[in-house]
């Protein structure tokens, strides 16, 4: 959206009501830039809290300065529309039961791929090993899990997918997978042969 409204100079065709779905500078952007292309209404749509939103402080700021909502502790449930067109969004609560129905007419994913949690695992294992003499997972530059051919640098730890490659699509994620799960039983294979 972001890249079409760059080149096109402001001509990209905008929904008159934008569901934007992220929390970072990039759903900021997205949501800032429909408002200012013409939309009546934009919303931002996010999982955690506003205080856990990985946006720069100013971006959030902007946001607010221009009237756009955010919703927290929210994810997306179900897009509801007819012959191709959204009609309405649908989320419903991380942390409870509550729900939220909006009309919309243009969805925007400006959502990070980055695996579920990987700051929180960082610091687990930061805490972990400043209390116990153990081995742990080893990180790379890219803050993602360090693997040699899906095994990490623990005997029978394997890991695959976004944890170890950041920014992938569902595709990548499959297929990685089956790589990682023949890994895994050539892994278990040497194994059982080394046992007997």
Same mark, same amino acid.
């Given at each position: 959206? &972001?890249?079409?409204?760059?080149?096109? !100079?402001g !001509?990209?065709?905008?929904?008159?009501?934008v569901?934007?779905i992220?929390?970072? +500078?990039?759903?900021?952007?997205?949501?800032v830039?429909?408002?200012?292309?013409?939309?009546? *209404?934009?919303?931002?749509?996010?999982?955690? #809290?506003i205080?856990?939103?990985?946006? *720069?402080?100013?971006?959030?700021a902007? #946001?607010?300065d221009?009237?756009?909502?955010?919703?927290?502790?929210?994810?997306?449930?179900?897009?509801?529309?007819?012959?191709?067109?959204? *009609?309405?969004?649908?989320?419903?609560?991380?942390? *409870?039961d509550?729900? &939220?129905?909006?009309p919309a007419?243009?969805?925007?994913?400006?959502?990070?791929?980055e695996?579920?949690?990987? !700051?929180?695992l960082?610091?687990?294992?930061?805490?972990v090993?400043?209390?116990?003499?153990? #081995?742990?997972?080893?990180?790379?530059?890219?803050g993602?899990?360090?693997?040699?051919?899906?095994?990490t640098n623990?005997?029978?730890?394997f890991?695959?997918? +976004?944890?170890i490659?950041?920014?992938? #699509?569902?595709?990548?994620?499959?297929?990685?997978?089956?790589?990682?799960?023949?890994a895994?039983?050539?892994? &278990?294979?040497?194994?059982?042969?080394g046992?007997?």
């Amino acid at each position: 959206f &972001l890249a079409e409204a760059k080149t096109s !100079k402001g !001509k990209v065709k905008v929904g008159s009501k934008v569901i934007v779905i992220g929390g970072g +500078d990039v759903a900021m952007d997205c949501a800032v830039t429909a408002k200012l292309l013409g939309s009546e *209404d934009v919303k931002i749509v996010y999982r955690r #809290t506003i205080e856990r939103m990985p946006a *720069d402080r100013k971006e959030i700021a902007y #946001t607010q300065d221009l009237n756009i909502p955010i919703f927290t502790g929210l994810k997306p449930a179900e897009i509801i529309g007819q012959a191709g067109k959204v *009609d309405r969004f649908k989320a419903t609560g991380m942390f *409870d039961d509550s729900e &939220l129905n909006l009309p919309a007419d243009m969805i925007i994913f400006a959502i990070g791929q980055e695996a579920e949690e990987i !700051k929180e695992l960082k610091e687990a294992v930061k805490e972990v090993a400043a209390t116990k003499e153990v #081995t742990i997972v080893e990180f790379n530059e890219k803050g993602t899990i360090k693997t040699l051919d899906y095994a990490t640098n623990i005997d029978g730890i394997f890991a695959s997918g +976004d944890i170890i490659e950041g920014d992938k #699509t569902v595709v990548n994620a499959v297929k990685e997978g089956k790589e990682a799960a023949k890994a895994i039983a050539k892994y &278990l294979l040497a194994k059982k042969e080394g046992v007997r």
